[in-house]
């Protein structure tokens, strides 16, 4: 079992940036990030694995960066040109379980951290 914190979230104005961070407490295979806004479902916003191979969701990918740095079993996201469409509860999610490729399907994660509040205005 793996425990996630994640910390970095907050609120800002559309167009402004916000940079995530998820401390586990050990060095799970591969991490992703995911939201949820009220009334929706969780949806996968992007994955690394412990080599570097990324994951992005296409709406998203070329405003989110994700990495990690397995020395400090950290991972990080970075979100440019924030929209309010991007606002939600951010979930940090380790221990990967599902098939090669699924990296952005939340059933596939077995450990989640609390998340953390993104607000866009």
């Known amino acids: 079992h793996v425990q996630l914190v994640e910390s970095g979230g907050g609120s800002v104005q559309a167009g402004g940036s916000l940079s995530l961070s998820c401390v586990a407490s050990g060095n799970p295979t591969c991490m992703g990030w995911f939201r949820q806004a009220p009334g929706k479902e969780r949806e996968g916003v992007a994955a690394?694995?412990?080599?570097?191979?990324?994951s992005y969701k296409d709406s998203m990918e070329g405003r989110v960066s994700i990495s990690r740095d397995n020395a400090k079993n950290t991972l990080y996201l970075q979100m440019n040109m924030l929209k309010p469409e991007d606002t939600a509860m951010y979930y940090c999610a380790a221990d990967f379980r599902g098939l090669m490729g699924s990296e952005l399907h939340a059933s596939g994660y077995k450990d989640w951290g609390q998340g953390t509040q993104v607000t866009v205005s």
């Open positions: 690394v694995a412990r080599d570097g191979r990324t």
